[in-house]
């Protein structure tokens, strides 16, 4: 890694990562970060090299890597990376290892460089696209500044044909994106009481 830190982790010499400074005090309601703390993961850069067992976390109010070093410098990972595998499933509470990629078809506000979590990955992927805004407030005489964070969701079928496309909710929505399967996801869906108007419903009928 390089950067303006003599601390950087000198196995990641592909990746680039500036130091992290905090400016103003907040107190903090909410999280824009994936997971709120640093877990391990590990990172896969654009050429391919992964680099196993870094702690790291997203920041999804910029959309950026963050990474902790050993000695404990934080720094954001600028470029190269294009996968993240989240690897303590125990500390994630979860079943699985999460997983965050970039290098999808731009729409809406996203572009190459935007992270989506990828919940299925096999002919069809359905991705998840998470944002975070904030609104501040202070109170008088009191020059902590209070932070509430939302975190937001939209979800993306990317197709074979590589053309992305947001999930609306509904089962003929979605259907639609899938002319040729239209009578088998129809009656795929009646036959499990898809409605198709939540996460679950969309894994089921990409699975």
């Not at 731009?106 to 990828?118: G, P």
């Amino acid at each position: 890694m390089t950067g303006n830190s003599s601390n950087a982790m000198p196995t990641l010499t592909d990746v680039t990562g500036k130091p992290v400074y905090l400016k103003v005090e907040y107190n903090m309601e909410g999280t824009p970060y994936f997971p709120e703390n640093y877990s391990k993961a590990d990172i896969y850069t654009k050429t391919g090299i992964r680099h196993k067992g870094q702690q790291v976390k997203l920041d999804f109010f910029e959309n950026k890597v963050m990474l902790k070093t050993k000695d404990g410098t934080e720094l954001e990972l600028v470029s190269s990376v294009s996968k993240i595998i989240f690897t303590d499933t125990f500390v994630l509470a979860t079943v699985s290892t999460p997983l965050f990629q970039n290098g999808f078809p731009a729409i809406d506000i996203q572009n190459k460089e935007t992270f989506y979590q990828v919940l299925d990955s096999g002919h069809v992927k359905l991705l998840r696209y998470t944002s975070a805004t904030y609104s501040d407030k202070s109170e008088y005489g009191n020059a902590t500044i209070k932070r509430e964070i939302t975190q937001k969701q939209s979800w993306y079928i990317l197709l074979p044909d590589n053309t992305i496309h947001k999930a609306e909710k509904g089962k003929d929505s979605f259907i639609a994106l899938f002319p040729d399967k239209k009578t088998e996801l129809q009656q795929y869906a009646d036959q499990n009481d898809l409605k198709c108007k939540k996460e679950s419903d969309w894994m089921m009928m990409v699975a």
